[in-house]
């Protein structure tokens, strides 16, 4: 039986991969786990090692990126800031993802009830800010961090998550096998588990991973903007900003963090986009 | 009697107004009988198997009158907790669609296991062995194998028998089958009613039909309720009502069965639609597409009469008064 169910997700995940979206977004965001998880192998240089003697020293076979305003190497640096960046969206994901599911489950399936009200009120008061002012005044409240600036973050994600969720639950508990599920004698609490959220689950994936491009993007901009994390920790966002004076005469020591930035950000939409194709049969159909 | 209702009344409140599902629905149900319930959509025969499971959502719907008895016990008035036991365990439904009333993401198997688990405190490897037993019971080719399949790749029949497979996991007292055969093509659904009869004659189950389809009718039951606009116009046993048909209605539809040695250029219908259950009509209910309607008809609504042994109708002509 489990060699059954092995050989079934087998073929699920080949199914996955011949989509290109999925397979390019894989690459592209197993690349960067990687390198956030072997930094400390990867890494040519101490990326916290001053030498103002290579001072914005341009892209060469020594510093493959170059080096920055301090003479630190870029790479090196690059290459520890994605700990720093993945690390934050997986926070970010875990955090607004669980209460946004344990909100948006009770506010879906008790639909029009005051619970339901009531939550969905909270969240239009949430979603009148931009996320990243959200994330801004609470920065401002708990002070900089990397944990802070994962919570910060994380709370402004909980209003989006909790509005697919919601969603997603509305549209599966109409279902007629959650009837059924009834018809057998389940309680509530199981049917909500055991049906509801597991077929509810394909829209709220795709959405996650959409939502961690996002973090990345929104850890940058807070960093960059010198709430985030302090320096001298690497992280993408404050590399680019210590660029920032020196764009005319050294633009490499903010163009690369910026590439990657944006690398991080497309493959997690492109991925994202991918499953919804992919969750989404009528669009499967059409592209063949 | 396994299974009693008495002038059972039902509303739902919606933003157009109060529509008036059930008006006073009466039935009996004998122990390992058959009782057929027939009516075009929307006469509220879903609705009344869906409230002897207590399965109408309230709000929006509410229950004006009436009491549900089976075995002795008004479900209507029952916590929902002995509700939940009462369910997949005494009273099981089958349900109109198989294809979407099997939960995707469960394997078949274990949707069926699910129940006994449920009811019967089992361990799930306990269960699932259970599982293929009751899929040789209703005839499953290859029975092992298709405890793993999940519902898509099984077809419309199989579907079906997993459905009822399921229905029939914790041996209920009495099982409801709402239109359980029209969602299959004939054969199948040929196959299906001799196993349903298959499996009532073996277990003396109690069987409650529901569907639109004469045919079916004839085929399975022991007795008939006809439902017009949510109520049981007449109701007796299968001869008397297709040998002596009362109500108009009644007369109406068996008329619409086509009969393979007559010459028709045209079926006959019944003309009009099914009335607006938000208004009601003073008089019958029926009475708008009646051909034989009379003054009285227009007035009041009539009363159920006993007019044979167990033989009702709710009529004003036909009653013998």
Redesign the interface.
């Known amino acids: 039986m489990a060699m059954a169910s092995a050989n079934r997700n087998l073929v699920l995940l080949c199914k996955m991969l011949r989509n290109k979206s999925i397979l390019f977004g894989l690459i592209v965001i197993s690349a960067l786990a990687l390198m956030a998880v072997l930094a400390d192998r990867l890494m040519p240089h101490d990326p916290l090692k001053i030498d103002l003697e290579k001072r914005l020293q341009p892209p060469s076979s020594e510093h493959l990126l170059g080096a920055d305003s301090l003479g630190r190497d870029i790479l090196s640096r690059i290459i520890l800031g994605s700990r720093v960046s993945l690390g934050i969206a997986l926070g970010v994901v875990l955090l607004s993802l669980t209460v946004g599911i344990i909100l948006g489950t009770f506010s879906g399936y008790f639909m029009g009830s005051w619970l339901d009200e009531a939550v969905m009120r909270v969240m239009d008061i949430l979603m009148v800010f931009p996320g990243v002012l959200l994330a801004m005044v609470l920065l401002g409240v708990t002070g900089p961090g990397f944990l802070n600036l994962t919570i910060a973050i994380g709370v402004a994600s909980i209003a989006p998550f909790t509005r697919v969720v919601r969603g997603a639950v509305i549209s599966v508990k109409e279902n007629m096998y959650v009837e059924a599920a009834r018809a057998v004698g389940e309680s509530t609490q199981s049917i909500i588990l055991r049906t509801i959220l597991p077929n509810a689950l394909a829209p709220i994936l795709t959405y996650a991973t959409l939502r961690m491009g996002v973090a990345v993007l929104y850890a940058s901009t807070l960093s960059f903007l010198g709430l985030g994390i302090q320096p001298p920790n690497p992280e993408w966002g404050i590399m680019v900003s210590d660029g920032r004076e020196f764009l005319r005469v050294a633009p490499h020591v903010s163009t690369f963090p910026g590439l990657v930035i944006s690398m991080a950000v497309l493959g997690f939409n492109i991925l994202g986009d991918g499953l919804n194709d992919f969750f989404n049969p009528r669009v499967r159909e059409r592209r063949g | 009697m396994l299974l009693e209702i008495s002038d059972l009344r039902l509303v739902f409140h919606t933003p157009q107004g109060i529509v008036h599902a059930l008006n006073g629905v009466n039935l009996t149900l004998e122990k390992g009988k058959v009782l057929g319930i027939v009516g075009e959509t929307g006469c509220g025969k879903s609705v009344t198997g869906l409230s002897i499971?207590r399965?109408v959502p309230c709000p929006p719907g509410r229950y004006v009158s009436g009491e549900v008895l089976f075995e002795g016990n008004d479900l209507l008035k029952l916590p929902i907790t002995e509700i939940?036991?009462?369910?997949?365990?005494e009273i099981?439904?089958i349900?109109?669609?198989p294809m979407?009333?099997?939960?995707?993401?469960?394997s078949a198997g274990d949707q069926v296991a699910?129940?006994m688990q449920?009811?019967q405190h089992i361990g799930r490897r306990e269960a699932i062995m259970k599982a293929v037993e009751l899929f040789e019971n209703v005839k499953m080719p290859d029975s092992q194998e298709m405890t793993?399949r999940y519902p898509h790749q099984l077809s419309g029949g199989m579907q079906q028998r997993v459905?009822i497979a399921?229905a029939l996991s914790c041996k209920p007292k009495l099982l409801i089958a709402d239109e359980a055969t029209s969602a299959l093509d004939v054969t199948i659904q040929a196959q299906v009613l001799s196993l349903m009869r298959e499996l009532k004659n073996k277990t003396g189950l109690t069987l409650l039909l529901i569907t639109h389809d004469m045919g079916v009718v004839a085929e399975m039951c022991d007795d008939v309720a006809v439902m017009y606009a949510g109520s049981v116009v007449e109701s007796g046993e299968l001869s008397e009502i297709f040998n002596k048909p009362l109500h108009p209605y009644t007369r109406g539809l068996l008329d619409c069965i086509p009969k393979p040695h007559v010459k028709e250029e045209k079926l006959p219908t019944i003309g009009g639609s099914v009335i607006d259950l938000i208004n009601l009509p003073s008089g019958c209910a029926f009475e708008p597409r009646c051909a034989e309607s009379q003054d009285i008809c227009r007035k009041e609504p009539p009363t159920e009469a006993l007019v044979g042994r167990s033989h009702r109708v709710r009529c004003f002509l036909n009653s013998g008064n």
Request: no cysteine; net charge neutral; proline share 4%.
């Open positions: 499971m399965l939940r036991d009462l369910r997949g365990r099981a439904m349900f109109q669609d979407t009333s099997l939960n995707p993401v469960l699910e129940a449920l009811h793993l459905m399921m």
